[in-house]
């Protein structure tokens, strides 16, 4: 080894490298160990070991804000890609993680056709709209008995006679479509048709006017409710809200000593014991900015130790029970629909726990599969799109707006879609999908947002508004909301029988 060479070793060494004779051979001479070697550690080693899943982009963006001296340098855990659990009792159907990019008008434009063209498919294969044409091939030739189109509404208004006038379009043209006010069955219906929701009309054409007699919806199909061979169950949250001054710390421990066998009546603890899922249907936690002065009404100003937290109380249930956890609008995730999972740096700590699976808002998960029995379709949404039918839909707002989540389930059930009327959500347009049309149609449709319980069906489905565990905040108080908090959903698969442990004072 030469002089040269072993003053090389030496730097090395000094860098805490130790090589071997082969490098020192290899090696080009004019390296500088001073300069034109970097030493990574374990950590940096294990980042770079997952380097397809790291965001790239996102670490440059931090570091030309750092060199501008407004951000801080990450570490290595707040750039790691974060593993995603994967349960062995529950399979994903659908969870979105489409990452957030420019769009323009040509995405809406995509994403409208693609609704369009999924729902009328399913309006397509429906006996009620016989004769079924276009728009501009009805209207260059003669019907002599009722004929069916399909559209999306693109206006709705009543006239001075108090019918309703409704504008329908379709790839081919507009038509105006008329529905009486004398048609008593046929009239509540059509009030409640929004603007953007894709519908079919059966009705006799005259004179440039399509009179209406019948409005067919996508509409879930009448299917036998589908039961378990084993008695399991399955409870519902939603509402977390760790953070806020109103999260109710007491009660949530009582549910914590419940799922662990420690409270409860005889019949209480059976549950406890055959308790399997866990499904939490978004704002795990209270947030950082959400709404106006909410600084003053949180605990915890760090949305990372809000999720750690979340971490530490959800750690106490017991490990066989599989959690899933969707966000919600409080999260720390994008509000536009879909929302992506809560695996990012703020939230990773949920990671951490093996038997919790994070999904997108909304996604379907299948549960309580075995040999012979397909399990049980689960739709998860949190239900950001519900305050929009509650003040715009005449049968949900007059029949008890926010306390009827099951109406606003139903409503939404028979339109296949999440949130039909477009300005009800926040959508992030994509071309070739619609991740709020409702597909497959689900045995449990689980939701939150409104703060209140409740249980129902709708065909074969089982609707499920989770609780809350946050009281009355300032913002529900002004409204004159009335939430239900520390109640918890459970559903016998077995029997599709539903009960709720109130685990208030």
């Known amino acids: 080894m030469n002089v040269l060479a072993k003053k090389k070793v030496a730097d090395l060494l000094k860098k805490g490298v130790l090589v071997s004779p082969d490098f020192i051979e290899r090696a080009d001479t004019s390296i500088d ?29 931090i570091r ?49 056709n693609t609704r369009y063209k999924l729902i009328e498919r399913l309006l397509r294969s429906r006996p009620e709209l016989q004769n079924l044409s276009s728009i501009s091939r009805m209207k260059n030739r003669e019907f002599s ?45 059509a009030k409640d048709l929004v603007v ?50 109103q999260f109710m710390p007491d009660e949530f421990n009582r549910f914590l000593s419940w799922v662990n066998l420690e409270t409860g009546n005889q019949k209480q603890k059976k549950i406890a014991e055959k ?46 029970i599989n959690i899933v956890i969707s966000p919600g609008n409080h999260d720390a995730v994008r509000m536009a629909e879909p929302q992506p999972p809560l695996n990012n740096q703020f939230s990773q700590e949920l990671t951490k726990l093996k038997n919790v699976l994070l999904v997108s808002n909304p996604a379907t998960i299948r549960i309580g599969a075995k040999e012979g029995f397909s399990g049980f379709n689960c739709l998860l949404y949190h239900g950001y799109s519900f305050d929009y039918y509650v003040a715009n839909v005449d049968s949900i707002r007059m029949n008890g707006g926010y306390e009827r989540a099951d109406l606003i389930m139903n409503f939404l059930l028979k339109r296949r879609h999440l949130a039909p009327a477009h300005t009800s959500t926040l959508i992030n347009p994509t071309l070739d999908y619609d991740a709020l049309f409702i597909d497959p149609v689900p045995d449990f449709f689980i939701a939150g947002h409104i703060h209140r319980t ?16 946050q009281s009355m905040t300032s913002f529900q108080e002004r409204l004159g909301h009335n939430p239900q908090p520390a109640r918890l959903p459970l559903i016998n698969l077995k029997t599709r029988d539903a009960s709720i442990i109130n685990f208030g004072k």
Not at 81 to 102: A, C, F, G, M, R
Not at 203 to 216: E, H, R, S
């Open 275 to 320: 308790l399997k899922y866990i499904l939490i249907a978004g704002d795990i936690v209270d947030g950082i900015g959400v709404y106006n002065n909410q600084d003053s009404e949180l605990t915890t100003l760090d949305i990372k130790k809000q999720y750690g937290t979340c971490t530490k109380l959800l750690s106490e249930i017991p490990k066989h």
């Open 33 to 61: 160990p001073n300069k034109d070697l970097v030493v990574l550690d374990n950590e940096t080693n294990k980042l770079l070991s997952n380097a397809k899943n790291v965001n790239w982009k996102e670490i440059e963006k």
């Open 454 to 469: 409740s249980v129902s069906n709708y065909k074969a489905t089982t609707l499920v508004n989770s609780s809350c565990w």
């Open 196 to 245: 953007d929701e894709v519908i079919g009309i059966n009705g006799v054409y005259k004179k440039d006017i399509l009179f209406v007699n019948k409005i067919v919806f996508p509409d879930i199909p009448a299917v036998d409710i589908k039961k378990s061979p084993d008695e399991e169950y399955l409870a519902c949250m939603s509402d977390l809200h760790f953070g806020s001054k």
């Open 145 to 189: 008995n009722s004929v069916s189109i399909i559209g999306i509404i693109n206006e709705k208004m009543e006239t001075k006679n108090k019918n309703l006038m409704i504008t329908l379009e379709d790839s081919t043209g507009k038509q105006r479509v008329l529905v009486n006010k004398n048609k008593p069955d046929l009239y509540p219906e």
């Open 64 to 112: 030309v804000m750092y060199e501008k001296g407004k951000a801080a340098l990450p570490t290595i855990d707040d750039i790691a890609p974060v593993v995603e659990n994967e349960l062995k009792d529950v399979q994903v159907i659908s969870s979105y993680k489409t990452l957030p990019e420019k769009a323009d008008v040509s995405n809406f434009t995509g994403y409208f």
